[in-house]
């Protein structure tokens, strides 16, 4: 690849090179690095990634950041959360008080992540992209003509329990006077997005965001002095691209991002809740650093480097993630970990070679676990949980119980739901190069929603108790 970078500039200009770089020349990996990783080069695709290339510089140089070689970085950027409704209609506030008192629980000994089924739920669902003009754009699929709306209608049953529905009265009263951060990807975007949709039925907020990045926003709502924040920190940790040109990234392991994680936490450390999530974005090829020096790869083919995998970098971000929260001085909240939603949704191919996510109903649960166990999501899975374990034990060492940690278990659930992305429907249908089919994300509304009846039960009082 390395030698190949004078012959792209000779043969043109930035555009021709900022293709090559996209439809770079990486061998075949494993079928789910495919999906979310590289192009392999071929002549024949340079047209359509020409076009591709075009949009993407359009819609990414303002920020500059840069065109590469995941499907999520279509995601990336230039799209911002939609600003709220004019507030000269405010919604009828909540009947302040007892709402989250009241609100319906689930029986002590539920595990309401445990599979369990989705089950047809003719109430779904809870709003409609009229109801919410908080959708982001790829995700409001109805708006870009998913013309089935059977997904719509499940909703998630635990096993042996029930979980009750969303209640945006009761989840903006446990709220109150308080603040949360979304902490992750655009799945954590996606996530509190379902939320910020679902709580439309009491409230709108207001944006407070100190800075114009798109990916940083802030939202309040007044009538709850209930904060909302999204970080940008697809790694958790420090990750950047040292050379654009390049599909390598560079991921320093044992530094927490200063996105969110600046001054030792002191930026997060003012939050109540902390929802962190990551997953999609470590298939990509990358060199590790450890205190500055390089200790491994997730497929470089660098002479002398070990190739530690990418198992490797998911585990060890979220070590140094949960680290710096169980540190960060002053900070007394709830670490809440959202496990990784699918990255394994694409059938017939990979993200770039025609895969698609079709399907119409949910997967039987017994399906659904094959798949995972069979795949990354597994793999990436049992880091997570044992990473969370693991720093529950030191926050209660450490920290005498100041600071809570709450996993949140979404995979199995999600892994049934094959059916709940935009597929195709996530833009106009002459988009279809730049965007691919996105199996990775959720429609709004969708099965995501249900995270959000599952944080609800996680904000109830006593939930965390055990
Ligand atoms: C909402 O979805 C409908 C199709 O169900 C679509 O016609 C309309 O343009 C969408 N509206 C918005 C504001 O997204
Ligand atoms: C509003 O909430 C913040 C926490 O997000 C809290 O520090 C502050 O005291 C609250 N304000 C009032 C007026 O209760
Ligand atoms: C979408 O992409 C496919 C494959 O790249 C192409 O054949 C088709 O013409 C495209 N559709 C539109 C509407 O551009």
């Not at 002549?43 to 500059?64: F, G, H, N």
């Not at 009491?202 to 114009?212: E, G, L, M, Q």
């Not at 020096?293 to 083919?301: D, E, K, T």
């Not at 988009?431 to 599952?454: R, S």
Request: glycine residues 8%; positive net charge.
């Amino acid at each position: 690849m390395q030698a190949k970078a004078p012959e792209q500039q000779r043969r043109g200009g930035h555009l021709r090179q900022r293709l090559l770089s996209m439809a770079s020349d990486l061998p075949s990996m494993q079928k789910l690095q495919l999906q979310l990783a590289a192009a392999p080069a071929a002549a024949s695709l340079l047209p359509a990634l020409a076009v591709a290339a075009l949009i993407l510089l359009l819609a990414t140089a303002r920020r500059c950041s840069p065109a590469g070689s995941s499907f999520l970085d279509a995601y990336r950027s230039g799209v911002a959360i939609v600003s709220t409704p004019p507030s000269s209609t405010p919604p009828p506030r909540a009947g302040a008080g007892a709402a989250a008192a009241a609100a319906a629980r689930v029986p002590p000994g539920c595990d309401i992540f445990k599979a369990g089924e989705w089950v047809p739920d003719e109430d779904s669902p809870y709003y409609t992209n009229l109801t919410c003009p908080l959708i982001q754009e790829h995700q409001n699929c109805m708006k870009y003509g998913r013309p089935d709306t059977g997904f719509l209608k499940w909703r998630w049953r635990p096993a042996g329990c029930e979980l009750p529905r969303f209640d945006a009265a009761a989840f903006l009263d446990a709220v109150r006077d308080t603040s949360m951060a979304f902490v992750g990807d655009s799945l954590a975007r996606n996530h509190m997005q379902s939320l910020m949709c679902l709580l439309t039925k009491v409230a709108y907020p207001k944006d407070i965001s100190k800075t114009a990045n798109p990916e940083f926003r802030t939202m309040h709502y007044e009538s709850h002095n209930f904060t909302v924040a999204i970080f940008w920190s697809p790694f958790l940790v420090r990750g950047y691209q040292p050379d654009r040109r390049r599909h390598m990234w560079a991921i320093h392991l044992d530094e927490p991002d200063p996105a969110w994680a600046a001054s030792g936490g002191a930026a997060i450390a003012s939050f109540d809740r902390v929802v962190i999530s990551a997953g999609n974005w470590f298939t990509r090829p990358a060199v590790f650093y450890e205190s500055g020096r390089v200790v491994g790869c997730h497929y470089c083919l660098l002479p002398g480097v070990p190739d530690l995998t990418h198992r490797h970098s998911l585990r060890m971000a979220f070590r140094a993630a949960l680290r710096v929260l169980v540190t960060a001085p002053g900070f007394g909240g709830t670490v809440i970990l959202r496990t990784l939603s699918p990255t394994s949704h694409f059938e017939g191919g990979e993200w770039d070679k025609g895969g698609d996510c079709r399907r119409t109903r949910p997967l039987a649960a017994a399906e659904a676990r094959a798949r995972m166990v069979a795949g990354l999501d597994g793999d990436f899975h049992a880091a997570q949980v044992e990473e969370f374990a693991r720093a529950k034990a030191a926050a209660a060492e450490a920290t005498g119980g100041r600071v809570k940690l709450v996993l949140m278990d979404t995979t199995a659930a999600m892994e049934m739901r094959p059916d709940g992305h935009p597929s195709r429907y996530g833009h106009w249908a002459h988009e279809n190069v730049t965007l691919y089919n996105d199996c990775v994300h959720w429609c709004l509304p969708g099965p995501i929603d249900a995270w959000n009846e599952m944080l609800l039960q996680m904000l109830l009082p006593g939930y965390a108790s055990s």
